[in-house]
């Protein structure tokens, strides 16, 4: 499972010249899921996103977690994380979950952030999405649950 976690000032997603999520200081995470991913990797990986201190004090150090900021998280599904581009120009998709696996864990993920009080807006699962954000800092962090935990 991977987490490209993006700390942001506002963030929002359209489907179809539709805006359908928004949020504003706080994560934009794009979540990719593989085929060996299971709801103990989730759990793994939205602790240690939940735990991240990447907001500055009043210090001005990056020493404040999302909920000490009352920050929002904006969750995208994004399989193209997953992309292998070590052979040719056109990336390779098969270490990607299965869309149907891939869902499921993608609601669980956006179910558990819900279950903890945070503000959760989203993408939509398998749909043509436009995502706009303004990057704070910019400050990015990649979790990959197969480098942190092997996974």
């Not at 999520?21 to 709801?39: A, P, R, Y």
């Not at 193209?80 to 390779?92: Q, V």
Request: a negative charge.
């Amino acid at each position: 499972m991977k987490f490209v976690i993006q700390r942001v000032t506002e963030a929002s997603v359209t489907v179809d010249g539709t805006v359908i999520g928004q949020t504003g200081k706080g994560f934009l995470v794009l979540i990719g899921i593989s085929n060996t991913d299971t709801i103990q990797t989730a759990d793994k990986m939205i602790a240690k996103m939940l735990g991240l201190r990447i907001f500055e004090d009043a210090q001005g150090k990056t020493n404040l977690s999302l909920d000490a900021v009352h920050g929002e998280l904006l969750l995208i599904s994004q399989f193209t994380l997953y992309a292998d581009c070590r052979k040719g120009n056109r990336p390779s998709f098969t270490s990607a979950g299965a869309p149907d696996q891939a869902e499921k864990l993608y609601e669980y993920i956006i179910q558990k952030c819900l279950e903890q009080n945070y503000h959760v807006e989203t993408g939509s699962f398998g749909a043509e999405m436009k995502v706009r954000l303004l990057n704070d800092g910019p400050f990015t962090v990649i979790l990959d649950s197969e480098q942190l935990w092997g996974l």
